[in-house]
């Protein structure tokens, strides 16, 4: 039976076009306070793909955030054609709500073929069917990390390490985050899907890495964050309704601003997809919950 989480990932990423340039997008029924960046640039994603003159596929996107979403209210993404060959082409998504400016997405699209290739090597993780599913690692923190035990889960997430409330919990430290992924469903064969569902969880875990290193995790500490910017470089075709490993690191926290870095593996260990995100992150050390 397919997951209604999934169900509903699905139904948010079908957007409505009501004209060649203009998709109208929904939220699903289980939101944060402000609309998910993740799920925001997954539906620009859709929308820049559905307007391409020929079958290119996404080499890289980038996202700058400006104002958080209503999740009350429905998404306009306005798409500006910005190239059309063959080989190549280039859309800007801005995602508006109510006249004002949410979201500005940059997405470029390449046909490469055939060049030299290499890449970093996978880590040494157990395999996924090992792992225990997120449900089993929140029992016990349904009172510590309510957003996540009431969020909306389209994906299957197989944590390779403690995640940061049970890591927090140990009192430990971590400077990484390794997490198994695949949707809770089969996926259409429609690629530009696939890219949404991979930039969709491209937003989770990502900034965990920057708290982790000092040993702090959503819901016991006082911590502020939001995202900044986030970008996305595709480097091979995949599902993601099929196991991919998402491995994530901070190499900087300055200034109130953390970097979290990742990488997507498909199970043989080929990359797949980095990541790179930057966003504001405070801790109140004075402040701990109880």
């Known amino acids: 039976m397919t997951h209604p989480d999934f169900e509903e990932l699905l139904a948010v990423l079908d957007l409505n076009r009501v004209d060649d340039d203009l998709f109208i ?13 993740g799920q925001m640039v997954a539906q620009a994603f859709v929308a820049g793909g559905r307007t391409l003159e020929h079958q290119i596929p996404p080499s890289a996107l980038n996202a700058h955030f400006i104002a958080g ?3 009350e209210k429905d998404l306009e993404f306005h798409i500006v054609r910005l190239r059309d060959e063959r080989r190549f082409a280039n859309r800007r998504v801005d995602v508006m709500q109510d006249g004002n400016l949410l979201t500005t997405v940059m997405i470029s699209y390449m046909n490469g073929g055939r060049g030299l290739e290499h890449s970093v090597p996978a880590p040494a993780v157990p ?22 035990v009431e969020a909306l889960r389209p994906i299957e997430w197989r944590y390779t390490n403690d995640p940061a409330w049970v890591m927090r919990d140990k009192g430990g430290k971590l400077d990484h985050n390794r997490v198994w992924l695949k949707t809770e469903g089969e996926m259409p064969d429609d690629p530009v899907l ?19 290193t000092h040993g702090l995790s959503w819901g016991f500490d006082r911590i502020f964050a939001v995202t900044m910017n986030h970008s996305v470089w ?3 075709p995949f599902r993601f309704d099929e196991w991919v490993l998402y491995s994530t690191t901070s190499p900087v926290a300055a200034d109130s601003r953390g970097l979290g870095t990742g990488h997507f593996f498909d199970a043989s260990g080929q990359l797949l997809a980095t990541v790179v995100q930057e966003g504001i992150v405070k801790h109140f050390p004075g402040a701990a919950k109880s």
């Open 127 to 148: 395999r996924p069917e090992t792992l225990p599913k997120i449900d089993e690692l929140l029992l016990g923190y349904e009172k510590t990390v309510p957003l996540f």
């Open 25 to 37: 997008g929904s939220h699903p029924s289980k939101n944060p306070v402000r609309t998910f960046g």
């Open 194 to 212: 696939h890219g949404a569902a991979l930039l969709y969880s491209s937003d989770t875990t990502v900034l965990d890495s920057i708290i982790t």
């Open 234 to 236: 595709f480097h091979r």
């Open 69 to 71: 979403g209503d999740p």
